[in-house]
């Protein structure tokens, strides 16, 4: 690579990494004629990672992002300037196209449909955690107006890297505090308490529950989890659990989208295990993970832009109690088939 | 009160507090013939706590927020809900009316306006720090289009809480980490780090030193921090410290309001020690602050909406280097008089 690379670099305050360069969207917004994850504009993309076929037409397509923040080649020459700590901006940066379909939504996509973005999904973060680079492989999508999606055609995002994200870390370590104070998993706990009250318990299949937290940070906040203790998502991928999860995911996000129609903007993060393979688990701090750590998909309404308030204290603000958005999104989820297609 | 109060709710994954309640915003957005902050306007605020006044008419102006996130009124009444952590949503919101000038910017305001917001700020902490319910205070501003300002008159907002801010939080355990490490304060040796580099001053006065952080999260963010150790911003309160401390303030924040005029939006926020002698601190985790934690203000410009790479990631990126930034706003401020009024 002849341009500069950015750089990863931590803040000694908070302890998060920030990527710092001129790479970042330098050449963005990239002007195309047409929606370029459109059928008939394969050409407009770099050529595919992986393709996903079903009837002869693909139905998933994963490609290299086209403006990286993170680049996958070259070693990570980590180092310390004077006090402070960095290194290079190395990592994988991968778009998935996620259907043929410019107008589909997480709600309206098919089952089948959802069930090979799900299984291209395990595969993606398969994949990459061979690379013992990688201390993480992030698979998130945004939906909606203002969430920074550059067109509606919907697409998911998989990012690996040489450090634990800034939303996944936190999470890891209460899940490992409370396995030592208690011995069990907190979101074990958390399925036993919420099938004890079932004030939070929005919908439910065999292998799965779909709950409203305890704290949510945002009206119809919404968690999915296997019932029985699991910490990688990418290893939960017999066809018949795929088809089941994905009927649960259209239904849940099918009722929040419905509920949600002024404002039809979320976030969807799939919380997994860390790269237990990783060069960088230096402090030994993720052995214990296969007790602790629990897989879960996080779906995130952005029901209005940030507050004031949010934006100087970063305390989250929500104005609707989980309690009452559970009532609310299981009367909606009345009027969805169970077994919808 | 008659009005259901707001509740904290602590998130057991993140340990953040959420604050839920239909009290929040409920009313919003309310409607206002004339901007209620301006001279002619006082009653369409309630009553002032403080207001600080010069040559007979009012500078600054503090008064209750009309629509309290959290309320002062009642105790605290913390207690767990089955393996959750919950309280009732006390705490302080206030609204600090900066200048009388609706079109004035932190640029723009006089030296000696900016001065008598100083002192407020540090007068409501200092007031706010005598109800040992409160964690601790934060002071912070918003400016600008997409900042969830609802009135371009500028204004600032206190809040107090039962628990430490989730922007504050992180800070506190780095500090302390590095001290207990080092045996020495992590903002005195960055202090120190960049005055021997240079290359991150962006300016300097007796008393105070302006620069760009090693990883700053976004385009010109800029901390301010007084040379020797202080834990306290409210107790740093002479007139003529109070003074340079205004001229710095006003020509940093005037030299990144030219340099961004496109979208002269950001965040501002005072990072004082916690509330020593609230009766939260049930971990003594405080005690050794006094040694390890160093206040700082914190201007962080907003360049653009948040990424779908940021909101799935939680990763800030950052096009500009802090080392260029720091030679753009040198070049600025370099065109704005040392001694402006």
Redesign the interface.
């Known amino acids: 690579m002849n341009e500069p690379m950015n750089?990863l670099?931590?803040?000694?305050?908070?302890?998060?990494?920030?990527?710092?360069?001129?790479r970042?969207?330098?050449k963005r917004p990239f002007q195309y004629e047409k929606c370029p994850f459109c059928p008939g504009q394969e050409d407009q993309t770099p050529p595919p990672i992986y393709t996903r076929t079903d009837n002869g037409s693909w139905l998933v397509r994963v490609v290299p992002d086209r403006f990286p923040?993170l680049q996958i080649e070259g070693d990570l020459n980590k180092y310390g300037?004077?006090?402070?700590d960095r290194m290079d901006g190395i990592g994988a940066h991968e778009i998935i196209i996620e259907s043929p379909d410019h107008k589909a939504t997480l709600g309206t996509l098919s089952v089948r449909n959802i069930a090979f973005l799900l299984e291209t999904w395990q595969q993606r973060i398969l994949d990459l955690k061979k690379d013992k680079r990688f201390s993480y492989i992030?698979v998130?999508?945004?939906q909606g107006p203002?969430?920074?999606?550059?067109t509606a055609h919907p697409y998911s995002?998989v990012?690996a890297?040489p450090f634990i994200?800034?939303?996944?870390k936190?999470?890891l370590?209460?899940?490992k505090r409370?396995f030592e104070l208690k011995e069990r998993c907190?979101l074990c706990?958390?399925i036993a308490?919420v099938r004890r009250?079932g004030d939070r318990i929005i919908a439910q299949t065999k292998n799965f529950i779909s709950i409203a937290?305890?704290?949510?940070?945002s009206m119809y906040e919404t968690m999915i989890l296997p019932l029985c203790h699991s910490y990688e998502f990418e290893c939960d991928n017999t066809w018949e659990r795929l088809e089941e999860l994905a009927r649960l995911l259209k239904r849940v996000v099918g009722a929040i989208e419905s509920l949600m129609l002024e404002n039809p903007s979320h976030?969807l993060?799939i919380h997994t295990s860390p790269n237990l393979d990783s060069d960088n688990d230096t402090e030994g701090q993720w052995k214990t993970l296969k007790q602790d750590f629990h897989w879960f998909i996080r779906i995130m309404p952005h029901p209005n832009?940030?507050?004031?308030?949010?934006?100087?204290?970063?305390?989250?603000?929500?104005?609707?109690?989980?309690e009452k958005a559970t009532l609310l999104l299981r009367e909606k989820l009345a009027t969805i088939p169970i077994d919808i297609d």
Not at 9 to 22: A, F, K, Q, T, V
Not at 165 to 168: E, I, N, Q, W, Y
Not at 213 to 217: E, I, R, T, V
């Open positions: 750089e670099r931590r803040d000694p305050l908070s302890g998060n990494w920030i990527i710092i360069g001129e970042i969207g330098g923040v300037v004077d006090m402070y992030l998130f999508r945004n203002g969430t920074g999606v550059f995002q990012v890297t994200p800034t939303v996944v936190p999470n370590k209460s899940m409370y907190i706990d958390s308490q009250s937290p305890f704290a949510s940070q976030t993060v832009p940030m507050s004031g308030f949010e934006r100087g204290t970063g305390i989250s603000t929500n104005i609707m109690s989980p």
